[in-house]
């Protein structure tokens, strides 16, 4: 193999935008070369090739792959050209960043309601998804000895949003997969943690019915009087990639500034 496949190499499921994308960002700028998975639109496409471009320019590899990563199909699909041009036990890091949920109320007299689908097309992208990669890169061997999982979870895990109960349910999901992954693969040196950031203003956030009334409580409770930015959760991840972080395993993070304080 060439001498690009002897780098650390960090996989990001949904790294073209908000939390996954920062996370690219941040890792570039201390020589992880990335592979970002994200289902984007074509109208979207020009932006994030800029972004991409740019993230280059820090000198590390990125490849990445304009594919639903939830679907089991192009997941294969992924892995088995990964391995065209990797080598084995190259990646050091899978970072969970995958956004693909229903938002409905349970209960409305005017606006569709959540049905069993919602909650299962919700929690199989936005939490099991994670079990199938780790289990199919783990089967691949692909990654290193001492590897670092990341997922996202909210305070949706604890709290009753309106129009948020499928989501609510994959962050919990989220976090007990998790915790399981962080016990059972211990033995071939992965360690995986949940971050649970503050509320950030992404696009995934103006997506909730009432955002502008979750930023403003958002606001109000934090006692630094800011919301989370992508930076913040970011520079938390890289943390917990970090040789003196890999004692941390197992649980979840708070990364909100203080806003769950109260």
Known sequence: MTEISKNKWAVILGGSSGLGLATAKKLAQHNINLIIVHRSRRSDLAQITADFDAIRQHGVLLKNYNVDGTNPRKRTEVIEDIKTWIDAASIAILVHSIAKGNLKPMHSEIEKELEHQDFTITLDAMAISL????????????????????????????????????????????????????????????????????????????????????????????????????????????????EEAKWITGTVIKVDGGESLQ
């Not at 199919?136 to 999982?149: G, Q, S």
């Open 131 to 242: 079990y199938d990669w780790t289990k199919d890169l783990v089967k691949n061997k692909l990654f290193a000895t001492d590897t670092r999982i990341v997922s996202f979870t909210s305070e949706g895990n604890t709290k009753a949003i309106p129009n948020y109960a499928a989501v609510s349910v994959a962050k919990v999901a989220l976090e007990a997969i998790t915790r399981n992954i962080a016990l059972e693969f211990a033995p071939i040196g992965i360690k995986a943690n949940c971050i649970q950031a503050g509320i950030v203003e992404t696009a995934s956030l103006k997506m909730i019915p009432g955002y502008e009334r979750i930023k403003e409580s958002a606001l109000h409770r934090n006692p630094n009087k800011k919301l989370t930015t992508p930076e913040d959760v970011a520079n938390a991840v890289y943390l917990l990639t970090m």
